[in-house]
Every structure is written in C-alpha cells, then in structure tokens.
C-alpha cells in the first residue's frame, strides 16, 4: 500500500492501548492518529480525525462498541477491526452484522504480556482490511434479501432431483462469517446431503460461530468433531485452529478433526479439507470458495477438478476481500463465478433442486 493506514484504537483498558499502539506502530506504513478509552471519546475522536481504520473493543463505559459501530456505519462507513477477548466470542458475530469487517482474537480476557502474540495476525488483517470497499460489507443482503434472491421459485415447492452430488465444501476467511450465514440462510428446506465449512478463524470462535448459525439457518450447524457423520443436512464447521478431513468407515462417512502441521499458514486449512473431500466423494463434490484474502483453497480446487468435481468461486462485485476467490479462479478450474446474493441459488440448482 502506498499511503500512510491512518488508525484509531478504541481500548478502555490503558494497557491494550499501549501495546496495540506499540504493535501497530511496528508495521511500515501505519500511523496511529489517535486513541481513546470508551465508546463516547471514540465517537468524538473519529469524526474529528477521520481515521482510515479503528480497532475496536466491544465491552466498554458509556458508548459499548456496538453503540460504536452503529453511528459510525451510518455517518461515515469506516473499516473496523474488533480486537477481542474469548469472552466475547458471541458478541464478535454481532459486531460483524454491525459492519465490522474481520476481528483479532486476544490471548487472554486479563491484562497480559500475551497480548503481543496478536502483532502477526494484526499486521495481515490491518493492512488487508484498509483496503475494504465499506460499500460491499453495507450491502451484505437483509435476511428478507437473502431468501428472494438465493431461489428462482417459491423455497417451499422445491422438489430435489437425484443428480450424484455426495457433500459441499466451503471456504473462507476475512469477510466470511456474515457471507456463510446469508448463504445458509438462504437454504430453508431440507437438502439430501451434507456440508462441510472451514473458515479461518481461532480456536473457541468457531463453537460460537457454529451455534449463531445454528439459530439463524433451518439446516442443522455444528461445530465438527471426531467420528461426526456426515448427514444430510448437517453442517459441521471446522474447529479453529483444526483441520477437517473425512473417512469412509462402515459404508458412512465420518469426520476427522486433526491437529495442522507446524508449517501450515491458515488454519484451519480450506486446501486439506477440499482434498480430503474430494478423495472421498470424487465426482459427487460440490465445491465453494467465498471472500477471504491469501490463496488458500486454490490446490484444494485443482484436486476437486481433478476427481471430476464441480466447483463456484464469488464474485469481486461482492467479496469483501477478493483474495482466495481470485486465486481459485486464477486455477481456471472454477465452473462459474457468481456475487453471494446469487450463490445460495446456484447451490440449490447444482443440488437438483
């Protein structure tokens, strides 16, 4: 990037404030502007310097982050990075409803030297969610929108046909939480067989995740565990930090959650477990890369093309980082490219609906 990131940093706590500001101004090319210690100075200081970006904490005096995040995507749409506590693995999802585009997990809930940890994750997400398009997480469908667009008919007459899809597997990363949970959403009849979801996300979030979804969608979500099966219309996610994969065992085939080798970038890993699946089902797989930035994901769409499988990429009209659909695409194994508001549609048809 070449212009100065213009950061906020949003902490009640004085020492978060002082190591993330130290962090961030580690990284070439980011300048902190300001900071202030609840929601109500937020607000003041962000108008007044006009950040380019804000890391945000969510439990705070006076004005809470979600109070934050409000006015703010409704005055002058900004990217935010909610840095948060595993306490608040709930509330993380609600920020991202809110408008907030990706979040950093800190070690520890208690004022802690572990909080350094963060400075990698940090660095990639600061640098990469600077560049957001504010207008495409805006327009992120209602769930009104999200059920009219996903079908070409009435959701309720869909009769599914046989057409020797096995399971569906999806990716991915920054972006990727308010995308899955509009494309599940859009699914509100019973489909004849399973999905499989790594998005790359810490460990704890993703049982949150899961469980949110789980609300939201007629499908059954789950966070995935060794020996789950995978059923018709189950959706297991992968756990953070884990990596996904499958076995056929008694004629049924079960999940396997494994712990990543120490080189593996992204966790968990969209590559393993789109190989994994494809050994399994070969030409019966389905699968589907959304937003994230990196290229994980890309080998795992070569392997699905190679047992004969079929594969959906999103579109950069929608993605709120166009990094793993661009570089699946780049494979030219992708079968069609599409915006989100019309993946869900696209699924369902694929599925013989």
Known sequence: MNQTVRVLVIDDSAYNRRTIIK?????????????????????????DLQPDLVTLDLEMPRIDGFGFLRIVM????????????LADDENVFKAMELGAVDFVAKPTSRISPELVNIRDDLLA??????????NKVLRRPSARDRVREAATGPMS?????????????????????????????????????????????????????????????ALEVKEAQTGDLMLPGRVLIA???????????????VALVEDPPPNQRYTPSVDVMFKSASDVF??????????????????????????????????????????????AI?????????????????????CGF
């Open 125 to 134: 997400k600061v640098m990469e969610t600077a560049r957001t398009d504010m």
């Open 157 to 217: 007459t869909f009769i599914p046909r046989s057409n020797g899809l096995g399971q569906i597997v999806i990716g991915a990363s920054t972006g990727g939480p308010p995308a899955l949970q509009s494309l599940l959403s859009s699914i509100t009849d019973p489909l004849p067989l399973g999905i499989a979801i790594s998005q790359h996300m810490p460990p704890v979030f993703t049982r949150a995740f899961a469980e949110r979804l789980n609300k939201f969608c």
């Open 74 to 85: 409704q005055n002058r749409p900004t990217p935010v990075i909610v840095i948060s506590s």
């Open 330 to 350: 780049a494979t030219g194994k992708v079968d069609k490219v599409l915006p989100l508001s019309l993946m869900a549609g696209e699924v369902l048809r694929r």
């Open 23 to 47: 962090l961030l101004e580690e990284i070439p090319g980011v300048t902190v502007v300001g900071y202030a210690c609840n929601g109500e100075e937020g607000l003041r200081k962000f108008f």
């Open 282 to 327: 070969g030409a019966n797989l389905l699968g589907v890369v959304l937003t994230g930035m990196g290229n994980d994901g890309a080998r795992g769409v070569e392997r699905i093309k190679e047992h004969g499988g079929q594969v959906l990429a999103e579109s950069e009209e929608s993605s709120i980082v166009f990094g793993m659909p661009k570089e």
């Open 239 to 253: 756990p953070g930090g884990k990596n996904l994969t499958f076995q056929v065992r008694a004629g049924n085939v």
